[in-house]
């Protein structure tokens, strides 16, 4: 975990310094110094609140939790992507949230490891929800000295969405399962006048792809190693970047991808632009009815000699889980409660059956009303997997990796040119 000293020192003591400078800018200061002094409130930081999948639900089912606890008040606040910095000045200021809804990534990973939030595998044991959270959540919010980082909670499916109608008016009688196929696919629906792979090549949706692609060689040790440590010299991660610029330069991915975002990746597919999204669940539960009613799921497609034997998806149970705060642990109790409640098979269906979310947690229930979703909750051993680096890349890698990434969606870019842009992001890092 590379965290300096100063950040350590300034997120888990504070400086008096830091505090000052930062207290002017923090959403919501008032909030946080009134939630503070009382006992009956506890003070969640979310990303639920605003547009992202879930919210409706989460407002609701915290509607419900007051009233079956009529003597605690849940305060929230909300906060987008920027949740993890105002969560860091907060906690200069030692007025943090008592609770914090946000996923494993990039400055969270550093948190429990600086003292930010507290170790919660004691109260996982003690409040007994160690055997509502599936197996493998709990090794991925694990740390490499044991500490469980957070409550798991909502996870994701990261497969590939392909538009079967596009496909076939554009003379594509299947979904290609090799890059071959892939290729021929893509010329096709150019001909057409059908963008083929749309993808965020400027964001995290690009970064995730072509980490996805560069681990057709890798098996996942060697696949954890490469981004562990920012060394793509090894013969699988050569090839993979390889076949990625092959995919690339023969017209796989749409126009100008390394300017796309999440946000234009999602318009182009659910508009029916593009006819291929590597899509995660939040994206799949979002296609509109008419594309939903002709998309299939499956897997990225493989070159010859790959690590895998069938295409490939990304999962992740790091997607929210329930972070606990020095200011937490002042109020258990509450936190108890508050955690208890969330964990209810009722609570978590509701967040399936009402948002489409996949979850960290044991449940057999099905996202019905959100088709897509569900498919690719049912692919089971249809498709292969590869590692998500983000519990491995170096936080202050993280977004240099995605100018990396832009620069490797760029049509003419080299394979060694791309391959050195991404150690370049660690060295920079």
């Not at 959403?27 to 605003?50: I, K, N, R």
């Not at 100008?256 to 659910?270: F, V, W």
């Not at 955690?339 to 979850?359: A, H, N």
């Not at 569900?374 to 680096?389: C, E, F, S």
Request: charged residues 20%; contains cysteine; glycine residues 8%.
């Amino acid at each position: 975990m590379r965290s300096s000293l100063s950040r350590r020192g300034f997120l888990a003591a504070g400086s008096g310094l830091a505090t000052a400078a930062a207290l002017p800018a923090l959403s919501g200061c008032s909030t946080l110094a009134s939630a503070d002094s009382d006992p009956g409130t506890l003070l969640v930081h979310t990303q639920l609140g605003t547009t992202a999948p879930g919210s409706a639900t989460y407002t609701a089912v915290v509607k419900a939790f007051h009233k079956e606890n009529p003597g605690l008040r849940v305060k929230n606040l909300v906060n987008g992507d920027d949740l993890p910095q105002v969560y860091e000045t907060s906690r200069l200021a030692r007025k943090e949230p008592d609770v914090v809804m946000v996923n494993l990534y990039d400055k969270t990973l550093a948190w429990t490891d600086v003292g930010a939030t507290v170790d919660v595998k004691g109260y996982l044991d003690d409040w007994g929800l160690r055997e509502r959270v599936l197996p493998a959540a709990l090794e991925e919010w694990t740390d490499s000295k044991g500490r469980l980082r957070a409550f798991p909670y909502f996870a994701t499916n990261w497969p590939v969405a392909y538009n079967t109608a596009l496909l076939e008016r554009a003379g594509v009688d299947s979904v290609p399962t090799t890059g071959d196929q892939l290729i021929g696919a893509a010329r096709k629906l150019r001909a057409k006048g059908v963008a083929p792979v749309t993808v965020g090549g400027n964001d995290w949706t690009g970064q995730k792809l072509l980490a996805q692609i560069i681990q057709t060689f890798l098996t996942p040790d060697e696949a954890r190693k490469v981004y562990t440590t920012g060394d793509f010299s090894s013969k699988g991660a050569r090839e993979g970047i390889d076949y990625f610029v092959q995919l690339r330069d023969a017209g796989v991915f749409a126009d100008k991808a390394e300017g796309l975002t999440s946000d234009t990746m999602t318009t182009q597919y659910n508009t029916e632009a593009a006819a291929i999204q590597s899509a995660m669940s939040s994206a799949l539960a979002k296609v509109p009815a008419g594309p939903a009613g002709h998309t299939e799921i499956g897997g990225w497609p493989l070159a010859p000699g790959a690590s895998h034997g069938k295409p490939t998806i990304l999962r992740s149970y790091t997607l929210i889980g329930f972070w606990i705060s020095p200011n937490g642990v002042k109020k258990l109790p509450s936190v108890e409660k508050f955690l208890r409640f969330m964990y209810r098979p009722d609570v978590v269906s509701r967040f399936i059956t009402e948002s489409g979310r996949d979850m960290a947690l044991v449940t057999d229930t099905v996202s019905k009303e959100f088709p897509l979703v569900a498919k690719a909750q049912q692919l089971g051993d249809r498709v292969g997997q590869v590692l998500l680096p983000d519990l491995y890349v170096p936080p202050t890698a993280t977004q240099p990796l995605i100018t990396a990434t832009s620069t490797a969606f760029t049509r003419g870019t080299s394979a060694a040119a791309v391959r050195s842009a991404l150690e370049s992001a660690y060295r920079t890092a």
